[in-house]
Nanobody, 112 residues
Framework: QVRLVESGGGLVQAGGSLKLSCVVS????????MSWYRQAPGKEREWVAR???????NYADSVRGRFTISRDNAKNTVYLQMNRCKSEDTAVYYC??????WGQGTQVTVSE
């Protein structure tokens, strides 16, 4: 059974940084892409970033230049480094594997 567990969320001031982690178990982690999504209150879930097995990365326009996605295949973990956070980054952040598996989410709140 595939399991994804996010951590690292919390409260951060605008302009600050936060690093999210997602540990994956039960699947061939290094063989597929991993993504981060987020869902703000009252809004639809939106894609944030993706990292492919070879290390290529893609970002949504809203976070490009501020967020960095990375992965450690030895630890079955994908990360999201969030820098220069803005209030509009407030959301529940989810990781997703290359199939249909999601984590339970971790709350990020950015205060002014």
């Amino acid at each position: 059974q595939v399991r994804l567990v996010e951590s690292g969320g919390g409260l951060v001031q605008a302009g600050g940084s936060l690093k999210l982690s997602c540990v994956v178990s039960g699947s061939f982690f290094s063989g597929g892409p991993m993504s981060w999504y987020r869902q703000a209150p009252g809004k639809e879930r939106e894609w944030v970033a993706r990292i492919w097995s070879g290390g290529t990365t893609n970002y949504a326009d809203s976070v490009r230049g501020r967020f960095t996605i990375s992965r450690d295949n030895a630890k079955n973990t994908v990360y999201l480094q969030m820098n220069r956070c803005k209030s509009e980054d407030t959301a529940v952040y989810y990781c997703r594997d290359g199939s249909v598996n999601w984590g339970q989410g971790t709350q990020v709140t950015v205060s002014e």
